[in-house]
């Protein structure tokens, strides 16, 4: 008598369980133990592929380390960037005049306040394996590696220059102005369309006021305006103003 027991060897794992599942038992015993014996191997050889997969998933989650588990540089590193990216972000929407004074003197604080941010971000890539292992296996963070002191230098400057000082003139005790300050019509941009430039004094940096379209359409080009806020030794914020 032929043997007609299909060679199971050659069907999937879906093929498999419905042969097994439909097969008559009685008339095709032999097939039912093949097709059971094909499935048991399919088994055990499908875990090996599927550890493939898992190992690679292994790999994969290794390199996220947790925050409680990076280094202390790392951490540090990554705190100072955010701090000073809110640091940045926030005197934006602050009119805000700084004093000539702070700034003609904080030349060596923003120097010391860069090379050490600098630093620590090239002393965390030597130190901090996954950082490394993490930047270099695509372009944009083999990009970042030369980048990130530059970006330090900028937000550096806004810390300095504006933040700092902005956040000493909130805390301490201040005068009312009411001043008379030049102006000028400038560019708008896509965050502050309508602009004007309060022009610097001896006392204060300049800055720029968002204003609506109606407000500067009433304005001349150039001119004076009459500036209400608050003054200390830091700057002078600016509450509102009038022609």
């Not at 929407?93 to 030349?107: H, I, P």
């Not at 306040?113 to 130190?127: D, N, Q, R, V």
């Not at 806004?158 to 956040?167: A, K, R, Y």
């Not at 720029?208 to 150039?222: G, M, N, R």
Request: hydrophobic share 45%.
């Amino acid at each position: 008598m032929l043997d007609n027991t299909p060679n199971y060897a050659l069907y999937t794992v879906e093929e498999l369980e419905d042969v097994i599942a439909n097969v008559d038992k009685a008339r095709f015993p032999e097939r039912y133990k093949a097709a059971q014996s094909a499935l048991s191997e399919k088994g055990l050889s499908q875990p090996k592929q599927d550890q493939a997969v898992d190992d690679d998933e292994v790999s994969s989650s290794h390199t996220r380390v947790k925050w409680s588990e990076q280094l202390l540089k790392t951490r540090v590193m990554v705190i100072s960037i955010i701090t000073l990216l809110l640091a940045v972000i926030i005197p934006m929407f602050s009119d805000f005049m700084v004093a000539k004074s702070w700034t003609e003197n904080t030349g060596a604080f923003f120097w010391l306040m860069s090379l050490t941010l600098i630093a620590l971000w090239f002393l965390s890539l030597g130190m901090d394996n996954t950082l490394s292992q993490r930047l270099t296996k695509d372009w944009r963070g083999k990009l970042a590696i030369p980048v990130m002191p530059l970006v330090f230098l900028v937000f550096s400057l806004g810390f300095v220059d504006q933040f700092v000082p902005l956040s000493l003139h909130s805390i301490i005790s201040e005068d009312s102005v009411n001043q008379s300050m030049a102006f000028k019509k400038i560019d708008g941009k896509k965050h502050c369309r309508h602009r004007i430039e309060i022009i610097e004094t001896r006392e204060f940096e300049d800055t720029y006021l968002c204003l609506s379209k109606h407000e500067l359409d009433k304005l001349p080009e150039k001119g004076y305006v009459t500036i209400v806020g608050s003054r200390s030794q830091f700057g002078l914020l600016i509450d509102r103003f009038s022609k």
